[in-house]
């Protein structure tokens, strides 16, 4: 089943350094998102790149509609990648959806990782009483009905809106991955990613995190980071950009790539 499931899913490993660090991308994105990140990393760490089973550069024949209900199979796809390559320690960056596919690992394997840095997460995207996520019900329902109609339309405003800075690059590779995907796959990812709540379990992460957030990001408010430094179990840290968007691997990649080492350190 490893190899089977490193082929489907794209994996690779690049890089000379003896420690491991994954790379995991968000939703509507795959591993090429990572493109202008890879070259600060790999003369220092082996670097492990795998594309989601959602992402439009895997067969959409591997994502199994009854399977990928919830979080928990994305959880068991890293961690029988990192099995499959034989790995017992790693550094973890997660973006977005994968930042908390990240999370849920690290409560399983504790001891598989070493640090979670958590890109644009958010455990929660709907409000709630004592809590801002960012959404109300009724905008996030507006969203899926956006995509069901006429979803090129809707990725032409989602796309730069999520990007937020004026890089008109960023916008038209966002979308491209975006276009990849297939629209009844990414609708119904959309659905699981914005319906979960992980804010229950945040407490029984022991790993060391570093939350990294843009000052303004249309998708995750910045409480939420603060609202992830106090609630996640370990000892933890902000790392807040002065840059817009919920992309910064693709708008700023150098100013990231300086954030995530630090991180590291």
Known sequence: MGNILLEALNVRVVGSG????????????????????????????????????????????????????????????????????????????????????????????????????????????????????????GEIEKVFSAMEANYEAWVNGFAPLSVGADVPAAVREFSRTLFNMRPDISLFVCRTVFNSDLRGVLGLVRVPCCIVQTAKDVSVPASVAAYLKNHLGGRNTVEMLNIEGHLPHLSAPVLLAQALRRALR
């Open 18 to 137: 003896e420690r491991f660090l994954v790379l995991a991308h968000g939703f509507g994105t795959d591993q090429s998102a990572w493109q202008r990140i890879l070259p600060f990393f790999t003369p220092h760490y082996r670097v492990i790149l795998y594309d989601l089973v959602c992402a439009g550069s895997v067969n959409p024949d591997y994502f199994d509609f009854h399977r990928y209900t919830c979080l928990d199979a994305y959880v068991d796809d890293l961690l029988n990648i990192l099995d499959a390559l034989s790995v017992d320690r790693c550094a973890y960056v997660g973006h977005s959806f994968s930042a908390m596919i990240g999370i849920l690992a690290s409560i399983r394997r504790p001891d598989l990782f070493t640090k979670l840095i958590l890109i644009g997460a958010s455990p929660r995207f709907l409000n709630d009483r004592d809590y801002h996520g960012g959404f109300e019900q």
